[in-house]
């Protein structure tokens, strides 16, 4: 029986090919632990201008000797420049920095900016997909009323929303509407970053599969169809994230995991408060 594997892919809008687990990079300023997950089997990398690593990542990739054909890399613009072109320009300079030749997923990092500079940011990537700098687009942390709003400006709606997404934060309303307008949803901080580990629904969970509480994380997220970035410096943890195929959540584990969801977000961690975190993107204009 088959229960997926770390090489498993997705199109998303375009008719573009990605793998279905991420290797996040936020925080990595080295080639080692990137090389590492490309040893555990990792195809797909995330990054950001807001990392400053772009240029780590591209060097690790291209020392490994990988074809670049065989790699998936994500980038995301950090904020508006005053124009679309001034915007673009930093979208080169992305490119550039990574020196992979083009980027396979161009996201919007976040939408604090405003309407505004969320347009002028979608315009720029818009451009960027014709000037093949990507070969998709798409947006972070994007909640209902900023993904509506994009009907507004965009020819096109985004690839991929990548956003926090736990059994204990799940989004709904936006996983639905992304469901439904043919957008891929993208987790990121899938295990919470530890700070629900005792919970007692999810570890009799983990008692029952017999595998410890982290791995029943990944597998609830890996079920749901999301694309799950997993992120650590550590090699063995590296190699346990991707110790997530060898065994399946019954749907009744399933629907005991989606009773959990209760709002709790670990992101933005600048934002101390735990409702006013749940918050944070719901009410930015």
């Not at 997530?244 to 961690?269: N, W, Y």
Request: proline share 4%.
């Amino acid at each position: 029986m088959s229960f997926g594997s770390i090489a498993d892919t997705v199109n998303i809008r375009g008719n573009v090919t990605t793998p279905r687990y991420v290797f996040g990079t936020g925080g990595i300023n080295v080639v080692e632990p990137i090389h590492q997950a490309l040893d555990a089997g990792y195809r797909a990398f995330d990054t950001a201008q807001q990392y400053g690593n772009e240029e780590v990542v591209g060097r690790a990739l291209k020392e490994y000797k990988i074809d670049r054909k065989d790699v998936f890399v994500i980038t995301k613009v950090n904020k508006p420049g005053e124009t679309v072109e001034a915007t673009l320009e930093g979208i080169r300079e992305s490119v550039q920095k990574l020196d992979l030749a083009y980027v396979d997923l161009f996201l919007i990092h976040n939408p604090n900016y405003g309407p505004e500079g969320r347009k002028i940011q979608w315009k720029a990537l818009e451009q960027a997909k014709k000037e093949g700098l990507a070969r998709a687009i798409g947006v972070s942390n994007f909640v209902l009323h900023h993904l509506e709003g994009m009907k507004e400006y965009a020819t096109e709606l985004p690839a991929v929303n990548q956003t926090e997404l736990t059994m204990f934060y799940q989004d709904k309303e936006v996983v639905e509407w992304c469901n439904q307008h043919g957008v891929q949803m993208q987790s990121f901080a899938p295990v919470a970053r530890a700070q629900k580990k005792d919970d007692e629904s999810l570890l009799q969970v983990a008692k029952e599969v017999e595998r410890p509480w982290n791995r029943v994380m990944l597998r609830w997220n890996w079920q749901k169809g999301y694309l799950v970035t997993c992120k650590s410096e550590k090699a063995d943890r590296i190699r346990d994230n991707t110790s997530i195929f060898d065994f399946e959540l019954s749907s009744a584990q399933m629907e005991k995991l989606d009773a959990l969801d209760c709002g709790f977000k670990v992101t933005p961690s600048t934002v101390k408060d735990v409702d006013e975190r749940s918050r944070y993107y719901k009410d930015m204009p």
